[in-house]
């Protein structure tokens, strides 16, 4: 079966399985397949709630290519948001950078290979944290892989920290796409409130930020005012607020500001 018929035929089955982007999918999957049995494989596991992202092993971050696969989140073009910030801040000083909750990577890998900053990331999960590394190493970047966890005390201090956190409430999460639960609980857990992090962040992290730096985070649409609340309550100014291409909330800055040194 040629390639044209193989993908409409494909499309055709993932539309009947419910899925939106059915003819866009349907294409990525024929050319990452190598045969029409494979193509078939494919698209049934689609259909049974598989991203797409886990099937083809990659997906593209800023113009990056990532290895994804369970254990790891799937780099959301939102979270380039966190980093078209992070470079705006960054410019073509070269500042000392930390991703934290780096997952695959997406952010810090991002902001390596666009800036001349030094950057660190640190993840804690044992699968998320061997596809960081790999990633790393895709992508020909210079990043200081840490395993460690955000809760746990850190010895080093920073002029920007970066982190797209885990934010869901956890009374949320059942609630989620079957295509999302696929993905890592403990990439999207952000506790009763979906908090925990934006806490930890504000109040430990900031003080390993340098007098004049800052901390960008990336929240849910819906977060604003409860995170930019933990940025006023800890002492961080000039807050502000990026949008999304889609226009919501998105990324929340705060610089830290007459820290004595
Ligand atoms: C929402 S994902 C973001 C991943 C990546 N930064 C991105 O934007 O695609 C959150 C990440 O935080 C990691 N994580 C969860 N709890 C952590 C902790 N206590 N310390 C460090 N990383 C943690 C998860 O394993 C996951 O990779």
């Not at 709630?49 to 369970?70: A, D, K, N, T």
């Not at 502000?240 to 800055?253: A, T």
């Amino acid at each position: 079966m040629v390639n044209t018929e193989l993908t409409l035929k494909i499309a055709r089955l993932l539309k009947e399985g419910g899925i939106e982007s059915a003819r866009f999918e349907a294409k990525q999957i024929v050319e990452f397949a190598k045969t029409e049995d494979q193509a078939l494989l494919l698209a049934a596991k689609r259909i049974s709630g598989e991203p797409l992202q886990y099937l083809l092993g990659f997906w593209e971050f800023y113009g990056l290519p990532f290895y994804v696969g369970e254990g790891v989140l799937i780099p959301r073009s939102d979270t380039e948001t966190l980093v078209d910030t992070a470079l705006g801040i960054i410019g073509n000083a070269k500042k000392k950078v930390i991703d934290l909750c780096s997952g695959s990577g997406a952010v810090a890998i991002a902001v390596a290979k666009n800036s001349e900053a030094n950057v660190t990331a640190l993840e804690k999960s044992d699968e998320a944290f061997r596809f960081l590394e790999k990633n790393v190493e895709l992508n020909g970047a210079t990043v200081n892989c840490i395993k460690g966890d955000v809760f746990d005390e850190h010895a080093e201090t920073y002029d920007l920290i970066l982190s797209n956190p885990p934010y869901i409430p956890t009374k949320v999460i059942d609630g989620l796409s079957a295509e999302v639960k696929k993905e890592p609980y403990m990439a999207l857990d952000g506790g009763e409130d979906g908090l925990d992090f934006y806490k930890r962040l504000t109040s430990y992290w900031k003080t390993c930020i340098n007098d004049g730096g800052h901390l960008a985070v990336e929240i849910g649409y819906d977060q604003r005012e409860s995170v930019s609340a933990l940025f006023e309550h800890n002492g961080f100014s000039d807050i502000k607020i990026h949008k999304d291409l889609s226009g919501n909330d998105r990324v929340i800055v705060g610089t830290v500001k007459g820290k004595a040194t």
